[in-house]
């Protein structure tokens, strides 16, 4: 049986795409169980991160960077901000059915290569239709008080686990924080399943895994 590897992410987040996007290239080659939680901010809480003006600014630029060399080419949705508990509520439904991964890379192209409203709800019909899920099965699903309950006892295992910034992943007793720690999870995982990996006392230049 693989080990789990939990892993924490929203759609209001540029890092959590990125992540969600190196992952999924190397997921059939891992020894893990991915089980994937969405947590979101909520609506009347502060946002401390775009109260900080120059903190935006660097993360814009990061992004850019980031994306320009993974050769996909950003488009930031105006408004930044949607209905996030339409949007992860959408992303239980297809979890649930089948289609969580790619149903959640279709959510994350929309927003942040199209600049689209995701919490739109005819975007969600066109993206569940292109996904393979019934798009008026979906949009039913916004309202059902099951879909609502599994996304709220997401956001609870998030606190339990520690998380407080997203994209975050945990992989036993391993906790990891950011796009830029992907490497560093996936070391861990290959020296669980048994496989050689890199020597860094000797090169620390060297990729970790």
Known sequence: MSDKLEFYFSFRSPYSWLALYRLNLLKDELAVEIQMIPVFPAKDKD????????????????IVRITTAYGLDIKWPDPFDTDWLIAHTAYIYAEEQGKGLPF????YN?????????????????????????????????????????????????????VFGVPFFVYKDSTYWGNDRLEWLIREINR??????????????????
């Not at 739109?120 to 099951?146: F, S, V």
């Open 47 to 62: 946002d401390v991160m775009l109260s900080n003006r120059e903190k935006v600014k660097y993360i814009a630029k990061d």
């Open 110 to 162: 929309a927003r942040f290569l199209q600049a689209k409203d995701i919490a739109d709800e005819d975007i969600l019909r066109g993206l569940a239709t292109a996904n393979g899920l019934d798009a008026e099965a979906l949009i039913d699903a916004l309202g059902i008080r099951k879909y609502k309950k599994k996304l709220l006892q997401g956001m609870s295992a998030a606190k339990h686990a520690g």
């Open 192 to 209: 669980g399943s048994g496989a050689e990996i890199p020597d860094l006392s000797i090169d620390p230049f060297k990729r970790p895994y």
């Open 104 to 107: 959640s890379l279709a959510l």
